[in-house]
């Protein structure tokens, strides 16, 4: 299966030709502030009681960020108009760079379960509204978890094992996830396909800008060029780099953990079956013990990641190198798995890596900022980010439209937890 972009979501990015429309498009005019609105109406005014929608600025274009553009924009109709600010390009970071694997539930007996449960049939209802499967490679999968030794001695193959997992070090897999509770997405093309409904459907706008403070009050967003976005209210949902800003620092610390990956395309992707693969591995006795993953796509390209730890992330999420270490072992793991991704056989499509954003108390941080009215914050998600986007975004746009979220109880979340 091949994936279909749409033509609008191309014409965003500056790293792909625009199809339709010139970037140009997405800036906004330059205007004065207006004060900020009470978190009770859902429209200003101007000096003739005109009402006109709220401007809410979202800082950030990857996975959370879009997706909060996209529940805001298809909530609040006419009664907000909403931009997206991003440095770069559209998930040009973890949220491009991911493994885009989604369980419904995986985080039971935490207090992220209900916001996973939510955000994973979510992903669903979002799959059938822009036909995920074809437009970013959503489908259901089977998950399995998978010990693999370094020993080359012949072993009885398990039954339950697809015919491409035909690696030596291959031992007896368990089953962790079925096809009700485990499945995928491409997460790069779904981050672009959810933005370019949100601006095809509901009149979201994209500007392309460094982010460098907010100013107080959630009135406006100033940009390292010098341009200023009024607003009335702003989003910082910024991964990693959230707490650059000193709105953030003040309050709480977004840490990087430095995540590699590489993407192999098998010379035979049809035989490789819908099997995401939670590797347990030690490259030598006594050591340290890796837990690489790998998720096969529709597009018949095979994902595989791990190797991570703590790192501060660069300036620009475009100077993210993976380290040649980290990457050489992917390979040696991936040639371990199977015949069909040792290197020299199957072609290398990427070598990357890229930063999660983590919290002290290992919880993502969603919700308004104490001592801040109009400003929110959505980050932290660790390596849940692409699972939790939905379910974030649309709670989060039920807090700002609403003044509460129905979809899930945002309390455990909330900034004000660090005021402590």
Known sequence: MKYQPTATAIC????????????????????????????????????????????????????????????????????????????????????????????????????????????????????????????????????????????????????????????????????????????????????????????????????????????????GVRLRDGRILPADVVVIALGPWSSRLQIISDLFHVSGLKAHSIVLRPQEPSVISPHALFLSYQPSPGGKTLDPEVYPRPSGEVYICGLSKEAPPPDNPEDIVGEPESIAMLHQIAGRVSSHLKAGVAETVAEQACFLPCTVDSLPVIGEIPGAKNCYVATGHSCWGILNAPATGAALAELILEGRSATVNLDPFSPARFLR
């Not at 000096?47 to 401007?55: H, I, L, M």
């Not at 108009?81 to 694997?101: D, L, P, Q």
């Open 12 to 219: 965003l990015f500056p790293s792909m030709p625009p199809l339709i429309c010139p970037v140009a498009q997405f800036r906004l005019p330059i205007a004065p502030f207006i004060p900020a609105m009470a978190t009770d109406s859902s429209t200003a005014t101007n000096g003739s009681n005109t009402a006109f929608p709220r401007r809410i600025v979202i800082c950030g274009g990857g996975v959370i960020g879009v997706c909060t553009a996209y529940f805001l924009a298809s909530k609040g109709s006419t009664r907000v108009s909403v931009t997206v600010v991003e440095r770069s390009s559209i998930a040009c970071a973890a949220s491009g760079k991911a493994g885009g694997f989604l369980a419904l539930d995986w985080c039971d007996g935490t207090p992220v379960a209900d916001l996973a449960r939510a955000s994973f049939l979510l992903h669903r209802s979002l799959a059938d509204l822009l036909d995920g499967p074809s437009a970013y490679g959503y489908r259901a999968l089977t998950t399995l978890s998978l010990p693999l030794s370094t020993s080359s001695a012949a072993r009885s193959r398990a039954p339950v094992l697809p015919s491409w997992i035909d690696g030596s070090g291959v031992a007896r897999p368990r089953t962790i996830g079925t096809l009700e509770t485990t499945a995928q997405v491409h997460p790069q093309l779904f981050t672009r396909a959810v933005l370019s409904s949100a601006m095809a459907d509901y009149g979201v706008q994209v500007v392309f800008g460094e982010v460098q403070n907010v100013e107080a009050e959630g009135t």
